[in-house]
């Protein structure tokens, strides 16, 4: 348990009894009124946004979230399948967990989940993973141009801004965060 005024961004918390996690949160004082704090979270069971005020002296209940390391190995159909590393368990997960980061998600990629009471309740890659680029058009003789780019498509079929120096089979470095080239693979 812990009092509302210590929530920040990224805690998860138990709210009306299912595990959420606060997206942003700020403390509001108006004059002479009593302050609370403003919370959005995000129903980790349902995926709902929802507001939520607090009273600075509210008790939120912190749950025991444990945090294990997978290996992404193949998706089948609409779930993807991930290895748990030390028991060498598999596990179906679905795509709305996944989400955004299938673009990204190649076999053998190790990915971190969150579990709450033995359910997955959050997917997360790396910061950067590396990847091979499958098509792209070839280099323009004699284009000078500093902050020109042109599109190239990944080996997992996501489409990437590159600089015009990157050719078909080359590994760039992408943030998976933004979606961005970062640098060639070294």
């Known amino acids: 348990m812990i009092k509302a005024v210590d929530l920040r961004k990224g805690k998860t918390i138990i709210h009306d009894g299912v595990p959420s996690v606060v997206h942003e949160v700020k403390h509001v004082a108006k004059g002479n009124k009593r302050s609370y704090m403003q919370a959005k979270i995000k129903n980790l069971k349902s995926g709902t946004m929802a507001e939520v005020r607090f009273r600075v002296d509210d008790t939120v209940e912190v749950p025991y979230i444990e945090s294990k390391e ?3 190995l193949y998706r089948d159909g609409v779930d993807f399948i991930v290895m748990d590393s030390e028991t060498f368990d598999q596990l179906p997960i679905s795509a709305e967990l996944v989400a ?3 673009s990204w998600l190649k076999p053998n990629e190790k990915v971190k989940c969150q579990l709450y009471e033995g359910q997955m309740i959050s997917f997360e890659l790396p910061n950067t993973v590396v990847l091979e680029v499958t098509d792209t058009p070839p280099a323009i003789k004699g284009a000078t141009v500093t902050n020109q780019v042109k599109d190239a498509v990944v080996e997992t079929g996501a489409k990437v801004k590159v600089p015009p120096f990157i050719a078909n089979g080359e590994s760039i ?3 998976t965060r933004s979606g961005e080239y970062v640098e060639r693979a070294k």
Do not use: G, K, L, Q
């Open 70 to 72: 997978y290996e992404f």
């Open 173 to 175: 470095v992408i943030d």
């Open 100 to 102: 955004d980061n299938a």
